[in-house]
Nanobody
């Protein structure tokens, strides 16, 4: 089992940056694809970014809305996945969750096996 604890959220002005971290426990972290999702009030949880397992190359995938602004990365030695968020916009305001999935990545939340508690990101205009 992989437990995750997110950190790094907060309040930032439009155009600013934040870096989210997700520290995972468990000896098999490197064998899980890791994803970031977000959920704004009254909206469905949506895919933000994902990174594949290390042995498949650590490939990254992004939602169109964040492409070019956000970067996902993982440090398997530290069991941690990061989401660097630059050029933040008010529409990025949401609770951001990290999630772990066995095997290949997906941009569908329902396929992820383990979730963190979420961290709030608020972008003011």
């Amino acid at each position: 089992q992989v437990q995750r604890v997110e950190s790094g959220g907060g309040l930032v002005q439009a155009g600013g940056s934040l870096r989210l971290s997700c520290a995972a426990s468990g000896r098999t972290f490197s064998s899980y694809a890791m994803g970031w999702f977000r959920q704004a009030p009254g909206k469905e949880r949506e895919f933000v970014a994902a990174i594949t397992v290390a042995w498949s190359g650590g490939n990254t995938y992004y939602a169109d809305s964040v492409k070019g602004r956000f970067t996902i990365s993982r440090d398997n030695a530290k069991n941690t996945v990061y989401l660097q968020m630059n050029s933040l916009k008010p529409e990025d305001t949401a609770v951001h969750y990290c999630a772990a999935k066995r095997g290949t990545y997906s941009d569908y939340a329902r396929y992820y096996d383990y979730w963190g508690q979420g961290t709030q990101v608020t972008v003011s205009s």
